[in-house]
């Protein structure tokens, strides 16, 4: 795995083949009546359960964010579930909460997937299942117990909470569902270099080499926690703990991606058998639609799996006092980058990479803007006098999107962000409505885009006419006038004022850009996947 949010994604094991690598074959079936139909059947028949209502969550009915744009970035919670692991040590949590533990399911998997339709990218963040959390209304437990005690709904919000990431839709399979995912591919093959055994899951392959794993078999394989290997002779623990099962997990679903792919999961015939295989096993909320599905798979139908990008969250292990195992816990700062991803932060830019100029009419505000934002480490390199103007406005050059969305970040209320092609860089025009700059940190960019959005176009805007000028007291940017304003301003300050005329220049909330998560991706070896020479399946 890499580290600071560089990594591969994969959507989480079966659930993923079902919901994701259906996607990317529904869109096939667009081709062929008869099949769409037959899709839509087995779609009304795909159990499902309601995020927003129980009586252990104790925050609003919305868990989950399902009023996604066409095309915005979408995020899927996916469990694996498990009705045998752990359940003594987790029912004894529940039943201290005054929990009922009859008939209880552990979340044995849990993974996070991220689809951006318009950068035409996916990532995976695994969350193991000993991470140590507060769980709302609950004792403070390992993160699987979530589910045990509270559900899905219970499990969406201790997520929530804990990671400050905004959840859209949520799949849950059981094991059953994956060997039959598995099955109806007729196997995935995998390369194994070494012997393998694991008694605890009862995985036991005697021979080096390619294997093609039934669904039986390819669930004591992702499952493993004790895999051993024989090498030169000795059998060696490899891969003992939960992080080599997240990896063993993750790699396993890009051999299954190829495996459907080459079995022709981009045909609408292979596609109903693969669907009613899983259906049956699979869970969703009750706002995951079937043409949200069809959307994504045509925005991903020629995705490769090998762009599949994964990650996990980096721990360090807690102890009880005695001495024994309690769990994991998450390093914060370690973490960022790949939550920003999730968050839809981490293409913004930081303060320092952005350059902007303040304007306003009322001094004192243009004087508390520039110091504010300079304070957080924005470059403010002028100051002007404009109009009055009841509503704050960030106007911004057409390179420029995500620097005028980083300062209306940090700006209360959440102002205008308009475009024009005429401006060169980033200015902000304070209104009458002017509250401060935020100094403690602001909502994700994902919240703020949507804020901006609803907002629209600006209803007044000052008259052009009485145009724009230096500042009279400021900061040593103001010393070039015009000049250090033409450096912001293709033209000089007449062509803000054109821009703040209200004509077809300003785009309002069309000028919200797509952004997109781009990372520098690294080579990655997939485990499974035969050595340069040899074949697998």
Known sequence: MTDQGKSRLRRTWPQRLVVVASLLVIVSAVASARTVQYVEEVWEEVPRVDISHTGTVRYGQELLRTDTEPGEPVNFLIVGTDSGTDVADTAAAAQASGVATSGKSLADVIMLLRLDPKAKSAWVLSIP???WAEIPGAQDH???SAFYIGGASLLVETIT???????NHYVQMDFAGFQQVVDSLGGVPVWFPHPVRDPKSHLNITEPGCHVLGGEQALQYVRSRRYTEQIDGSWRITGGDDFSR???QQDFLVLALDRAISRGARNPTTIAGMIEAGAAFVTIDQALTLGELVSLAQDFSDFNPENLQRQRLEVYTLFWPDGRYKGEAALRQANEPILGVFRGTADSLSPSEVSLTVAGFNEFNRADASTSLAGEGFEVVGTLSSPALPETVVLHGPDDAEAAMTVARYLEPVPYVVSDADVDGVVLVLGADYGGVLFAFQEPMS???DQVRARGIPPILPDPAAGLSPAATGNAAQAGGPQVLGAMLSGGAHVLAAVLSGGSAVEGADSVAA????TDAEPVTI?????EGESCG
Do not use: C, W
Not at 161 to 167: C, H, K, L, N, P
Not at 515 to 518: G, R
């Open 447 to 449: 919240v703020i885009r």
């Open 161 to 167: 909470s804990m990671f400050d990431v905004e959840i």
């Open 515 to 518: 952004q997109s998560t781009e």
């Open 129 to 131: 299942r000993d991470l």
């Open 246 to 248: 997240i990896a063993r």
């Open 142 to 144: 390992k993160i699987n």
């Open 527 to 531: 485990l499974g996947r035969p050595p």
